[in-house]
């Protein structure tokens, strides 16, 4: 199928990433970013983003209004001295005060042990605490392919970037999942979207039981390929998963503003193909690095109208609003100077003189 054949129907990409972000971008980096996002999200066919990107969310909804959700910044797993001797409650509440729409993307890649500060520590604790009272939804990112941790079979395009673990002292990937699982326990009402499927598209009967024991837990669909390529290969038995676990699946394709737009249409294209499609179809050659080439073809599902319109926006909707949140401009701009973010306060400052003329 190509772009134009796909279903009319409201799409919401819930896992977008914007460069340079938080306080390494400057006021040309968003000028330049406020004109190439929109013409991803036409060419695409995509009606909203949630944009992972710090501060630099807020300048985009500002900027164009209704187009963006944004995820607020937190630590990653590696990088917990980033905010240190944190106040949850004042820092989620800044957050929210400001006009972000959730948290993320946030979670635990992995990184050396000494260097990992679990989801479930003590650091973290009181971030899952008033995200679940506050029904404040989380994007988060737990572990990585599983053959990431194995030299024979991880891709050289993942070696090339250092995300392969077998080389030093990582955390498993059945520890992260101890962790999330740690943290799902004890935060039964908690928002939460788990990135890349959760890097469970090779065990559909985990995934299934996964989602039996944790009804609050969201899965997206955001792209490596090796979760459309372990599903193609039990294709009817996935199918009846989409289809049993509609309510819990979200769309996402991890777009970066980085990549050139025809790259972005790809990972579009790649993951409508497949929910939408009866088709056999492969990698596309115009397609970034990061998407592997595989000798056997993605099979698609082709779901229900109904299971579609719940995955492309209703499920996303239910979790962070119907429409983005109303950024208060002078919170966000006194947000982005407590925080080293002077280009987007400035941007934002002209954005708000802007309006009063």
């Not at 993307?105 to 003590?122: A, C, F, N, Q, W």
């Not at 090339?160 to 999330?180: A, M, N």
Request: charged residues 25%; glycine residues 6%; negative net charge.
């Amino acid at each position: 199928m190509r772009i134009s054949d796909f279903a009319d129907m409201h799409v919401i990409d819930c896992h977008v990433h914007v460069n340079p972000s938080g306080n390494l971008v400057t006021e040309d980096d968003l000028k330049k970013i406020s004109e190439s996002i929109p013409e991803i999200l036409s060419e695409c066919r995509l009606n909203k983003m949630c944009i992972s990107g710090g501060l630099t969310g807020l300048y985009l909804k500002v900027k164009h209004p209704s187009l963006f959700y944004a995820g607020g910044f937190v630590p990653w797993s590696g990088e917990a001295e980033k905010l240190l001797r944190i106040n949850w409650v004042d820092y989620i509440g800044s957050l929210i005060e400001a006009g972000f729409d959730g948290i993320g993307e946030m979670g635990s890649k992995p990184v050396p042990r000494d260097k990992h500060t679990s989801l479930d520590s003590d650091y973290y604790k009181g971030l899952w605490d008033v995200c679940e009272d506050y029904g404040y939804p989380v994007l988060c990112h737990v572990a990585d392919p599983e053959e990431f941790w194995d030299e024979a079979r991880a891709p050289d395009w993942a070696k090339e970037r250092g995300w392969v673990y077998y080389l030093g002292d990582y955390p498993s990937k059945e520890e992260l999942y101890r962790e999330i699982e740690n943290v799902l326990d004890a935060h039964p009402y908690l928002k939460i979207v788990l990135c890349h499927f959760n890097f469970m598209s090779s065990n559909l009967e985990r995934a299934s039981d996964f989602l039996d024991r944790y009804s609050n837990a969201h899965l997206d669909l955001a792209l490596g390929v090796e979760l459309m390529y372990n599903i193609s290969r039990r294709r009817d038995a996935w199918r009846e998963f989409f289809v049993k676990y509609q309510n819990r699946i979200l769309f996402g394709t991890d777009i970066m503003t980085w990549q050139e737009v025809q790259e972005s249409i790809a990972r579009v294209w790649l993951v409508r193909n497949l929910l939408e499609s009866e088709e056999e179809f492969h990698t596309p050659t115009y397609a970034d690095s990061l998407l592997t080439r595989y000798e056997l073809p993605y099979l698609g599902l082709n779901l229900p109208e109904g299971v579609l319109k719940r995955v492309y926006a209703e499920n996303f909707q239910r979790l962070w609003g119907e429409e983005p949140k109303r950024v208060d401009l002078a919170v966000a701009q006194e947000l982005c100077e407590r925080n080293g973010g002077k280009a987007v306060a400035n941007a934002l400052r002209k954005l708000s003189f802007s309006t009063l003329k």
